[in-house]
Nanobody, 114 residues
Framework: QVQLVESGGGLVQAGGSLRLSCAAS????????MGWYRQAPGKQRELVAI???????RYADAVKGRFTISRATAKNTVYLQMSSLKPEDTSVYYC????????WGQGTQVTVSS
């Protein structure tokens, strides 16, 4: 049973920074890709950032230049460093992993105050 456990969400003022962590049960190289999605109230879940096993990166246009996805393979953990946060970044952030099946974490709330 794959488990993804997120941590690091919270309340921050606009312009501030947060780092989200996602710890996976088992090796992260068992997944084709891992990353982060977010969902704000009344909106669809959207991609934030993805990193593939080969190390390819993909970011949503809204976060390019402000967010950085990375991984620590020895810890089976993927991170999302978020800087220059804006109120519109307020969402529940979900860790995502995929091999032949998609897996999701429970979500962590990020709130950015103006």
């Amino acid at each position: 049973q794959v488990q993804l456990v997120e941590s690091g969400g919270g309340l921050v003022q606009a312009g501030g920074s947060l780092r989200l962590s996602c710890a996976a049960s088992g090796s992260i190289f068992s997944f084709n890709a891992m990353g982060w999605y977010r969902q704000a109230p009344g909106k669809q879940r959207e991609l934030v950032a993805i990193i593939t096993t080969a190390g390819s990166l993909r970011y949503a246009d809204a976060v390019k230049g402000r967010f950085t996805i990375s991984r620590a393979t020895a810890k089976n953990t993927v991170y999302l460093q978020m800087s220059s946060l804006k109120p519109e970044d307020t969402s529940v952030y979900y860790c995502y992993a995929s091999n032949l099946i998609d897996y999701w974490g429970q979500g962590t709330q990020v709130t950015v105050s103006s």
